[in-house]
Antibody
Framework: QVHLVESGGGVVHPRTSLRLSCAAA????????MHWVRQVPGKGPEWVAL????????YYADSVRGRFTISRDDSKNTLYLQMISLRIEDTAVYFC?????????????????WGQGTTVIVSS | DIQMTQSPSSVSASVGDRVTITCRAS??????LAWYQQKPGKPPKLLIY???SLQNGVPSRFSGSGSGTDFTLTISSLGPDDFATYYC?????????FGQGTRVEIK
């Protein structure tokens, strides 16, 4: 059974840093691309970043590019999101998600597994 | 960025009703669309991918259709467990974008 568990959230001041982790189990993590997605309670999800299965490609939302870094450690089955220069508007629940990939084209189709999320609150 | 617009923003329905939610993309996304269901305090759950493919374990009363810019999620007979918020998401281009959500409420 696929299991994703996020950790590392907390209450921080603006302009500080935080690193989120996502521990993966129940599937072959090293062959899965992964996303970070965030959601403000009562609002729709907002995509944050993606890392390819081999870590060679990363993509970011404009709102976090240059401040957030997605990475992975396949030896630990763990996904990371390093966040620096945090802003009030980064306050949200952060989810890690697994990418469902088309087996023929390798196209990224959807997010077929989600963790329960970790809450980040940026407040002065 | 591709904008995803859902309608309606909310719908009131009864158990057994047929419910249809639409999602429009600001430019063509071919069939690269997914639908999710979210209940309060829970993460979204994948229902449909590639516009019309049912995710494993999802009841067959859920179906998706469309291509290009216009898409539909249909619940053929609303079950008591289906009261939730539904989101569409385009997987065609980065940045990945979601619709604003449609809340299905008890009438």
């Amino acid at each position: 059974q696929v299991h994703l568990v996020e950790s590392g959230g907390g209450v921080v001041h603006p302009r500080t840093s935080l690193r989120l982790s996502c521990a993966a189990a129940g599937f072959t993590f090293s062959t899965s691309a992964m996303h970070w997605v965030r959601q403000v309670p009562g609002k729709g999800p907002e995509w944050v970043a993606l890392i390819s299965d081999d870590g060679s490609n990363t993509y970011y939302a404009d709102s976090v590019r240059g401040r957030f870094t997605i990475s992975r450690d396949d030896s630990k089955n763990t996904l990371y999101l390093q966040m620096i220069s945090l802003r009030i508007e980064d306050t949200a629940v952060y989810f890690c998600t697994r990418v469902m990939t088309d087996p023929i084209t390798d196209y990224y189709l959807a997010m077929d597994a989600w963790g329960q999320g970790t809450t980040v609150i940026v407040s002065s | 960025d591709i904008q995803m617009t859902q309608s309606p923003s909310s719908v009131s329905a009864s158990v057994g009703d047929r419910v249809t939610i639409t999602c429009r993309a600001s430019q063509t996304i071919r069939s690269w669309l997914a639908w999710y269901q979210q209940k309060p305090g829970k993460p979204p759950k994948l229902l449909i991918y590639a516009a019309s493919s049912l995710q494993n374990g999802v009841p067959s009363r859920f179906s998706g259709s469309g291509s290009g810019t216009d898409f539909t999620l249909t619940i053929s007979s609303l079950g008591p467990d289906d009261f939730a918020t539904y989101y569409c998401q385009q997987a065609s281009n980065f940045p990945v974008t979601f619709g604003q959500g449609t809340r299905v409420e008890i009438k």
